[in-house]
């Protein structure tokens, strides 16, 4: 689809987290922006920034939906989370005048169907860890106590990002393959399981732009998954990210690029599908070199605090050309410096948590600044009561997102500004960044 883009478009963000907050105020500083719709259901800080949608924005209400899209005029969709991409979203709301920014149902089955996603890898080559997968409870039990090395446990569907759990010895893969396919912890996602050899070595995200065929890779993340300190503790949907990393340099990107990301592509356009959109490939930097964990379809959350917080552009415009097939006309750049994110998140997180706790020290974004200030508060898990107060309404509440010379002065701006947010039972990681924060790498 080759589409100009209009001098003004009115665009709906779906989604409802920190992720979509962070792309909101990027896609307002845009020229070409008209109206920005958001969820009906959106955290406070993405009320701030757009126009509620009336309804849920589901399949179950698209004859409806159809025509409110055309009553309000929205020429392009964005599509933040998962959930959506994995139910076709994309598919149902494009038309030929109006793009959407995500890949089809078919292109995120990468994402919502690890165990394709092993078969695409396997297929094209791409380097990932050995495993197997396992559709019933005495099959995987069986591999599991059979194997002698650890292993990792991933329920494959979508589970929030709560669906892994890396274990030290058979007891904990026994464990954790009975929550998936026994207990049903994460429901239908643990019908079937992808057994893995636990791989050793730093983990870093990579996200891309792909518009079909020209894939363009953005700089790179590292997020901070487990609650505690110290990566101790169970997997959360991310405590924490820094961007850029100097754990890859040009060349090590660039063989990521032709060992992992061609070859992805490639293999899905052989099968007919198409990508679109960004896909997000969570690596391990082995001494073999770096291989697959995961890949996810959508920009990653804190990821993309830290990548919108350096991000130089027209960000409006270069989603319309990757959905529109025209990426390699984009132009955009990152800030110099380097970005800090850490999740500030409520008492019990992973777990159950309490909602309705009201949130100070808050720090209302401006949609005209283009990155001078910082630290910008991204909210994730809030609602705005009526009486326009902030209250807490999920696990992870705020993304404080501080730039800084190095990694150094960003980890302790960021760490600061979540000093000043505050509810009952608060918490938040103190060591983002602390994988390469030594003295080799301390002023990186």
Known sequence: MSLALPDKVNVLLVGSGGREHALAWRLMQSPHLGTLWVDRDANAGLLECGRPCPEPFTLARK?????????????????????PLAEGLSDAFATSTRPVFGPSKAAARLEWDKAYAKSIMRQSSVPTAEGRVCTTLNAALTYVTERDEPCVVKAAGLAAGKGVAVCKDKAE????????MESKTFGDAGTTVVIE???????ISVLALVDGRTITLLDTVQDHKQVG?????PNTGGMGAYCPTPLVDDALLASIAHDIFVPTVD???????????????????????????????RFGDPETQTLMARFRGDLLKVLWQTATGTLADAEFSFDERTA?????CSKGYPGKVRAGLPVSGLIPLRGSDGGASSPYHFHGGTRLAKDRTVGTAGGRVVGVTALGANLGEAVRAATQG???????????RRDI???????THADR
């Open 418 to 428: 979540c000093e000043c947010i505050g509810f009952d039972g608060a918490f938040f």
């Open 229 to 233: 300190e110290g990566d101790t503790g």
């Open 433 to 439: 960044g602390h994988r390469v924060l030594a003295p």
């Open 267 to 297: 293999g899905l356009r052989r099968q007919g599908v198409e990508y679109r959109g960004v896909l997000f490939a969570g690596l391990m930097l082995t001494h073999a070199g770096p291989k697959v964990l995961e890949f996810n379809c």
């Open 173 to 180: 893969a026994v464990a954790a393959v009975k929550r998936c």
């Open 63 to 83: 004859y409806y939906l159809d025509r409110w899209l055309a009553k309000e005029n929205i020429g392009f969709i964005i599509i933040g989370p998962e959930q």
């Open 340 to 344: 800090c994110c850490v999740v500030v």
């Open 197 to 203: 050899e636990r791989l050793e070595g730093q983990e």
